[in-house]
């Protein structure tokens, strides 16, 4: 196996601009659009990108699959695309989505859901005795 990355249809100019890790990824937070609600982390390269970009449905890469998947094709909840943006590192993508169900895999509305460390910690700093 190649660590060259697939061709892809991006841009160029969009590809030019991204920061991607080692393996050619960037993560892409999937924000519900009109709630700000943060649904879940998923990763994606050019290719994943230009298919977000072009089809209106988030399009991810599986780490553990190594394979693209499309959110929503299997289970229904799908997430149809109302903005992409690039931080300002361009290092990570915010997909602001319309999230249809659930967005974790779990079953859970977003992949935040289930194991919260700290909630409501009020306006004091974490570790201070004020």
């Known amino acids: 196996m190649t660590s060259t990355p697939p061709p892809s249809s991006l841009d160029p100019e969009i ?3 991204l920061k991607r890790s080692a ?4 993560p892409a937070i999937a924000q ?5 609600e943060v649904l879940m982390l998923g990763w994606m390269d050019d290719e994943a990108l230009h298919r977000t970009l072009t089809t209106g449905r988030c399009t991810y890469w599986s ?3 190594r394979e693209y998947w499309v959110k929503g094709d299997t289970s229904g909840h ?3 695309v109302r903005s992409v943006a690039l931080d300002c590192d361009a290092d990570t993508l915010l997909v602001k989505v319309d999230q249809v169900g659930a967005a974790c895999h779990t079953g859970d509305r977003t992949c935040f859901d289930a194991d919260v460390l700290l909630k409501d910690a009020g306006s004091g ?3 201070s005795d004020q």
Do not use: K, M, N, P
Not at 23 to 26: A, V
Not at 32 to 36: A, K, N, R
């Open 15 to 17: 590809a030019a601009r």
């Open 23 to 26: 393996d050619g990824l960037l």
């Open 32 to 36: 519900q659009y009109d709630t700000g």
């Open 63 to 65: 780490r553990s699959r």
């Open 78 to 80: 799908v997430q149809h």
């Open 125 to 127: 700093v974490l570790g």
